[in-house]
């Protein structure tokens, strides 16, 4: 195990709602990334939080927000839910130093259906 | 184009068997991390290996390794003496430097299924 949890495991929503998904990071770590993976392809990076604040993000919209806590734990905000945002959603967290960062550990997802 | 490519979606492999999972990678970037994530049913990322464009040695860690050609632009996993454990989706990722957030770009997956 990688030390880094998330919760709830599962969550059913309906369209129109928002939701919020949370991340423990790995002790010693002090980043923590998203990702979206939809049934049959390979994560997507939403973003990476580093120090409380954004430090990336990839091609998904605004309604797509998140937060980074002083404990390096972190939340995922999803508003206006569609249903293609069913997915299992990932975080990852590591340890940057500088420009080097290490490598990343995976949670074990939380599973969103949409309906 | 496609920055990693996973050219078999699913592969079998007798157990006990070597077993070689195929990954093309594309960038212009000099700096760059290659990573291997394994994924069962549970959903769980794990890591596996990672290669840096500057290594001159293929990565290793027990029964994984790491074929990289960096003229061809591939990195290939090659794992031994298969186990039925090892049945799970096989992903190849690479981290670029001058990519903001440290992403990891992840290619489509291999599902590997090990026979008894």
């Known amino acids: 195990e990688t030390g880094v949890t998330q919760s709830p495991t599962h969550l059913i929503k309906t369209r129109g709602q928002q939701v919020t998904l949370r991340c423990s990071s790995q002790?010693?770590?002090?980043?923590v990334s998203w990702y979206q993976q939809a049934l049959g392809q390979g994560p997507q990076f939403i973003f990476q939080y580093y120090r409380e604040e954004e430090n990336g993000r990839g091609n998904f919209p605004p309604r797509f927000s998140g937060l980074q806590f002083p404990n390096y734990s972190s939340e995922l905000n999803v508003n206006a839910l569609e249903l293609d945002d069913s997915a299992l959603y990932l975080c990852a967290s590591s340890l940057l130093t500088g420009r080097r960062q290490e490598t990343q550990y995976f949670g074990p997802g939380t599973r969103l259906l949409v309906l | 184009a496609q920055k990693i490519t996973q050219t078999q979606p699913g592969m079998f492999v007798q157990e006990k068997e070597a077993v070689t999972l195929d990954c093309t990678y594309d960038t212009s970037d000099p700096s760059y991390g290659l990573f291997w994530y394994k994924q069962p049913s549970s959903g769980e990322m794990i890591f596996l290996i990672y290669q840096g464009s500057y290594d001159q040695q293929n990565a290793t860690e027990g029964r994984y390794s790491l074929n990289f050609q960096k003229a061809r632009k591939s990195a290939n996993l090659v794992i031994s003496a298969s186990q039925l454990g090892d049945s799970a989706m096989y992903f190849c990722a690479m981290r670029e430097a001058n990519n903001a957030g440290n992403m990891l770009t992840f290619g489509g997956g291999t599902r590997l299924m090990v026979k008894p």
């Open positions: 002790s010693g770590h002090n980043t």
